[in-house]
């Protein structure tokens, strides 16, 4: 296949408007946090990007009191349509700084621009405009009579999409009417302290939001909080069964949202091209940092070659480098850390017999970059088709029937999203009814709406975010 050639195209970095030195948010005011700063570092480069300071456990009780006087004096009397303004104020706000906060993102997270740009600041907007809309209308949500905010929520959210993570979660919160303490990603907290600024714009009555930087530490301060009523986690099934010993027994509400091993399922009847294009952006969008990735690719035996073959060639042509680079498909993998895990499964695949194919593009000696890679010849006891890589890595099976795609596809810990290529309108909703996937994708793959729930089943977690149903988890409602 042919590959345009694109000069380089890269975005300012000054229009992020980066400053040496950031802080916790608490009680509508930044604050010097009493935890040991850390330097957060863009992962492209891996130059120090800014000092962050930290919350320690103090400062996390100080801000769960701002938000639960905020919560009694304030929010939580607030009338619908009042909290629905400042909602829909955030909305506006993150329109009008998305330049800014696009550049941000991909310097402190390694994603390339135009993914920043096109998916997460405008989504993360979505998410507030959709939900300013709700504030008013609870009553009216079929969620049973007078229902009611539950109080303070407790939120802690990954590295893969710091600010969308952040608005899938502050969102719903702040339109039910409950206050927020959130603990951003340890290597990505550039955005949510720009978000506190936001709200200070917003004039949001102080300690509705607080945001609380810290290591894992301080994200169990914040889950484990006596007066937090509710806690929000996306993250890793490890993590998130820990949170779930420590909350059990408590009164506190709980949802997780953890990890996923998606099977992306291709028929013989399927318009191969069109699956081409849905299994690369499944699996190497964002580097394949993503929850919900295609990262198992079940192909019908009599289409494996063809597949694969298109397969490999488009893969060629995507671009890894620098993610400031308005052409980058592949960015830069978030941390060193997450470098060595994706390299470790990789291995373990060789090892295991299966056929590494990687894209010949070009990788940066600075920075943490991983090139696209395919595995054919891959058996379901193999550890890259039973574990999370949270990379740009593909692991190909084959099946005959669809029988076999859905026992295949089913024979994971995981249950978070599956993806189904066929013309058989059919077909598509019997492999629905069958697959254990809290989302399932026909002919496309990674498409999000604000009104759409979205969560998993097993060991993926459980509670959805998002849509009329993602609401009822920051309510108390009669049953």
């Known amino acids: 296949m042919s590959q345009w050639e694109y000069a380089p195209a890269p975005e300012s970095r000054e229009i992020a408007n980066l400053k040496p030195k950031y802080r916790p948010f608490i009680g509508g005011e930044f604050v010097d946090g009493s935890g040991e700063p850390l330097k957060t570092v863009n992962p492209a ?24 006087k905020a919560y009694d004096r304030v929010w939580g009397p607030m009338p619908g349509t009042e909290r629905a303004k400042y909602v829909f104020r955030i909305a506006r706000l993150l329109q009008e ?21 096109d998916t ?20 009216h949500a079929g969620l049973g009579p007078d229902p009611r905010p539950l109080g303070v929520a407790g939120q802690v959210i990954p590295w893969n999409f710091p600010l969308l993570m952040l608005a899938w979660k502050v969102a719903p919160a702040l339109a039910t009417g409950n206050t927020v303490v959130l603990k951003p990603a340890e290597t990505t907290p550039l955005t949510a302290l720009v978000f506190a600024e936001i709200c200070q714009q917003a004039d949001l009555p102080p300690g509705v939001v607080n945001i609380v930087p810290g ?13 937090v009523d509710k806690v929000a986690f996306t993250g890793s099934t490890e993590v998130g069964k820990q949170i779930q010993r420590t909350l059990a027994g408590t009164r506190k509400r709980l949802t997780l949202e953890l990890g996923g091993k998606a099977a992306n399922i291709v028929f ?12 690369v952006n499944g699996i190497f969008f964002n580097q394949g940092h993503v929850c919900c990735a295609g990262s198992r690719l079940l192909v019908q035996e009599s289409v494996a070659d063809e597949l694969l073959d298109k397969l490999r060639a488009r893969v060629s042509t995507l671009r890894l480098g620098d993610p400031l680079d308005k052409n980058t498909d592949v960015g830069a993998i ?16 060789e090892r295991d017999g299966a056929q590494r194919w990687s894209s010949p593009c070009p990788v940066p000696e600075k920075g943490f970059f991983f090139a696209p890679t395919v595995f054919s010849g891959v058996e379901q006891s193999m550890r890259i088709a039973r574990e999370e890589i949270f990379g740009p890595v ?17 024979n994971t810990p995981y249950g978070l999203s599956a993806g189904v290529w066929t013309e058989k309108g059919s077909r598509i909703l019997w492999m629905a009814d069958r697959l254990r996937a809290g989302v399932v994708w026909a002919n496309t793959f990674n498409r999000f709406d604000p009104a759409a729930p979205f969560g998993g089943y097993k060991e993926s977690g459980f509670g959805r975010e998002g849509g009329r149903t993602g609401l009822e988890a920051y309510l108390h409602v009669q049953g």
């Open 45 to 68: 480069t891996e130059e120090v990007l800014a000092e962050v300071g930290t919350a320690s456990t103090s400062d996390v009780d100080t801000a769960v009191k701002a938000a639960r």
């Open 215 to 227: 290591a894992g530490d301080i994200g169990a301060a914040v889950v484990e909080h006596p007066d």
């Open 120 to 139: 997460d600041i405008p989504t993360a907007a979505a998410h507030f405009f959709y939900h300013a809309g709700w504030a008013d209308k609870l009553d």
């Open 97 to 117: 700084r998305a330049r800014e906060l696009a550049v941000l993102e991909t310097l402190d997270n390694g994603k390339p621009i135009k993914e920043s740009r």
């Open 268 to 279: 013989d009847d399927a318009p191969l091209d069109q699956a081409v294009e849905g299994i």
């Open 394 to 410: 593909l692991s190909v099976l084959t099946f005959r029937t669809p029988d076999e795609a859905v026992a295949k596809a089913n």
């Open 334 to 349: 978030n941390s060193p850390e997450q470098l060595a895990k994706i390299k470790e499964l990789v291995a373990s695949g």
